[in-house]
């Protein structure tokens, strides 16, 4: 699940507060050198390797000099704010965020404990580092209880699994706010955001962008994040939601906004995906407990063939509308809708507007129940 490393809800409104509140300090211009130094203790062979990140991709810039007693020392000149790696003998790695304060690092294999002091934006990436890994140590658990569930082809335990998996997104996505909520506006809060799905977060996202924007002018991965949301803009939350045109079973062309006035789930989906065909129960048991007041599906199947797609609605009693141009992830509305895999939904409310995105499991029924209970 993880994203590039560099870059449901708590408050926007208190986490933007804590960052760009009115009376924030004017534009920063860095100008200045950093010292990296610290200690190695019961150091095992090899090198400590210095490494620059460039948006995607990270190079080395220099092997860092290491006493016999484990002391090192660098000075390292910078052209801006950016994110480092220290690559302590190739058995331990680092990450900094460096700009005007020194910073300090020592680690000890044998205990392998690490004190990093200093730079406060180093601290903050160290911190949201920690929670990746307890994240990323939660998620290999439920991997290896789900592939064992699928050898055991036990169902239930495999969609318990997955509603889990979500709880566990969410849980981390909140945990990195709150740790940017306390930023102070620091760059550093871009190693956090790698951990956000734009598709879900883009507002949040497009406001801490905007503001770090402001703050640091310079930072090439500030330009790459506002690119790419530029790119997501029109599929935001509160966006209206791009028209649907296609033909449905009997060769009718039906529109999405045939439906205006309703709260709808767009459902893309198809009848050979198997996490679509398991997520249609769910959606078929909110849709008979919901529709009576105001709530309707609006399937967009992305299969290839007539007959895959129609055998699929009545296996699964699909009553709701459905449209196809049986393009596969070539359909029209796939491209409109940016969808690169399925299943994916969009909830629209009645105005004609992006309420949310990728429901699903209880998180679908959580949504429905905030509209309708």
Known sequence: MMKKWIYNIFSLGIAMGFLFS???????????????????QNRPEGELVLSQYDNNSINVLDTLMVADNGEFS?????ESPNFYELDLFGAKTVRLALYEEDVQVSYDFNTEELQLSGSSDSQLVVAIDSLTTVYQEAGNELNSAFYEAMADKDQEKIKQIQEQAMDLELDHAEKIKEIIAESDGSFAALAGMGMLDPRTDFNYLDSLITGLGERYPDMKLITSWKQELDELRALSIGQPAPEISLPNPEGDIVKLSDLQGKYVLVDFWAGWCKPCRDENPNVVRLY??????GFEVFGVSLDRTREMWLKAIEEDGLEWTQVSDLKYFNSEAAATYQINAIPATYMIDPEGNILAKDLRGRSLERKLEELFD
Not at 288 to 293: A, I, L, S, T
């Open 74 to 78: 660098y000075d390292l000149d910078l």
């Open 288 to 293: 008979n407990k919901y529709k009576g007041d």
């Open 22 to 40: 009115c009376g924030e300090e004017e534009k920063q211009v860095f100008d200045g050198q950093v010292t990296i130094s610290g200690q190695i």
